[in-house]
């Protein structure tokens, strides 16, 4: 657990021996850190060369805790063909936490190693508390790391551990799957105008070896770290499984906490061939991309339907919802109509059906009532978490002499809008245009509509008011919003993510 640590300790040799006990012992010890050094060592190295291209920036996230200290001290002692660096958060929850950093950074100055500190101070968003917001923190941090890969410590016993509490919160196939040995970050969107930047892969190298092999390496090595005192608290689930249920669990299954860790393996591949499945049956069913129809999901048996469900509500972003949700949404499109339109509520978001076809869709972002009109030059605005792209043209789009006649601003729909995207045709109501386009109801709310002199002069998913068109030569600007000038509005909200 990251978060509260106190300071600096190592291993202890307990209990009282006689000088021939303490050799023996120290020879056993030291064949037991031999075989520690060979393991850690032997299997970082297999699973790097496998993974990191020679040349790659290798960063090791280091709490100050033991497991991240052996990473980054064994990748230091292979001398892989790769910079190597590493990255601590300090999250200023504990008083501690300025020596902890402190720790890390004479840690790392002591081998030459170049460290990065991020000062965050979490905050809570809705029903999150604090340790759950300085997680979501760190990752995000990671994310933002100038490394191509970062390198976490968790090892097989955290696996165990990570299974155990996830099937004790009713996890399904995939989140028994466990944690990944790598995976991608997704760095924040990417500021107006800039380019995305480029997130680091995450990968944890230790994940095959036990703790005790960790433990040894690092009493052979002497290495000193930093203790967490909130790892004893069993009032933490995670503590309470690591301290009283997998020792005693162990005395009888030797080999359980390996089993365990094996077992999210199983699961991993189990959750790979269930998405398979939903893949052949999404190309199946809706041939070319297309979007599915609600006639196609119900022709399909409960179970293959509660499983294409699942994979479009991931691939929409959205987290995994709980086998119950799964269930009642199942239940209530078998019930719909075709030509209803039906809204099933979600955790994080919906399912709706519109004109006979599926729509996942995440809770989106509030929209902003009205936002004032400038154009100094091409820009990119939000609305509503998703791009409004403004940019310059000549001969189309919207004619900034006609927008500089009155005072311009962006507003929401609130009804009885006209519009007259064709000089030939006579103006329109806002909500016939947008039928006829088959924008769906929930879009039409979220569409921004620039205004001028109280005249509308633009609908995104619509078009240009002939009144304000660009003549051939004129300069003009041309908006979009994520891409859409006219119709199909899609509901994706700027990408976001958090997985283990
Ligand atoms: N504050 C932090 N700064 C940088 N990396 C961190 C931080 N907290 C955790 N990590 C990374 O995430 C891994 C898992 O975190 P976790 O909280 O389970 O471990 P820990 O007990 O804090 O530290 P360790 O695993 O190093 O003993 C760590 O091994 C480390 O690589």
Same mark, same amino acid.
């Given at each position: 657990?990251a978060?509260?640590?106190?300071? +600096?300790? @190592?291993?202890?040799?307990? =209990?009282?021996?006689? %000088? &021939?006990?303490? $050799? #023996?012992?120290? *020879? ?71 020596d ?21 101070? +979490?905050? @809570?968003?809705?029903?999150? =508390?604090?340790?759950? %917001? &300085?997680?979501? $923190? #760190?990752?995000? *941090?990671?994310?933002?790391?100038a ?31 466990g ?10 969107p ?16 230790l ?7 960790l ?50 393996g199983?699961?991993a ?53 709980d ?10 499109l ?54 409004l ?36 045709r ?43 068109a ?31």
């Amino acid at each position: 657990m990251a978060g509260r640590k106190s300071s +600096p300790s @190592a291993d202890q040799p307990a =209990g009282v021996a006689t %000088a &021939a006990g303490l $050799q #023996r012992r120290e *020879a056993a010890t030291a064949d037991a850190g031999d075989a520690a050094v060979q393991a850690v060592l032997s299997s970082l190295s297999t699973f790097c060369v496998a993974r990191v291209p020679a040349g790659d920036r290798l960063c090791v996230a280091l709490s100050g805790g033991r497991d991240s200290l052996v990473l980054l001290d064994a990748l230091q002692r292979l001398a892989l063909p790769n910079a190597l660096s590493a990255l601590h958060v300090n999250h200023g929850l504990s008083p501690h936490a300025a020596d902890w950093a402190c720790f890390c950074a004479d840690f790392c100055a002591a081998r030459a190693i170049p460290l990065q500190v991020i000062e965050l101070a +979490p905050i @809570a968003s809705d029903g999150e =508390g604090l340790e759950a %917001a &300085a997680r979501r $923190q #760190r990752y995000a *941090a990671f994310a933002r790391c100038a490394a191509d890969w970062l390198a976490l410590a968790h090892h097989r016993d955290d696996q165990a551990e990570t299974l155990l509490l996830r099937l004790l919160r009713g996890a399904g196939v995939a989140g028994a799957g466990g944690m990944p040995a790598e995976r991608a970050l997704h760095a924040d969107p990417a500021p107006a105008g800039g380019s995305p930047a480029r997130a680091p892969r995450l990968i944890r190298p230790l994940l095959d070896l036990p703790r005790a092999t960790l433990t040894a390496y690092a009493g052979h090595f002497g290495l000193r770290w930093i203790e967490d005192e909130s790892n004893a608290d069993c009032r933490h689930r995670r503590n309470f499984i690591r301290h009283r249920i997998l020792p005693p669990l162990s005395s009888v299954f030797p080999g359980g906490s390996a089993a365990l860790a094996r077992a999210t393996g199983h699961f991993a591949e189990a959750a790979l061939l269930l998405d398979e499945l939903a893949q052949l049956d999404r190309e199946r069913l809706a041939p070319a991309g297309g979007r599915l129809s609600l006639a196609a999901l119900n022709s399909l048996t409960d179970a293959r339907a509660r499983n294409l469900l699942r994979h479009e509500m991931r691939c929409a972003g959205l987290p995994a919802a709980d086998a119950r949700w799964l269930e009642e949404a199942r239940r209530q499109l078998a019930s719909t109509r075709a030509t209803a339109e039906t809204c099933v509520a979600l955790p994080a978001g919906s399912l709706r059906v519109f004109r006979g076809e599926l729509y996942v869709l995440p809770r989106l972002p509030p929209l902003p009532s009205a936002l004032p009109w400038s154009f100094d030059g091409d820009a990119v605005l939000d609305w509503g978490g998703r791009r409004l792209l403004l940019r310059r043209t000549i001969g189309a789009g919207i004619s900034l002499a006609r927008l500089a006649e009155g005072a311009a601003h962006f507003a929401l729909r609130c009804g009885g809008e006209r519009l007259q995207p064709d000089a030939r045709r006579p103006r329109r109501s806002l909500k016939n245009l947008l039928q006829e386009q088959a924008v769906p109801p929930w879009q039409r709310e979220r569409l921004p509509l620039l205004w001028c002199g109280g005249q509308l002069v633009w609908a995104a998913g619509i078009g240009v008011d002939a009144a304000f068109a660009c003549a051939a030569g004129e300069a003009g600007v041309q908006l979009d919003w994520e891409g859409l000038s006219s119709a199909a509005v899609v509901a994706s909200p700027l990408a976001s993510s958090s997985a283990n």
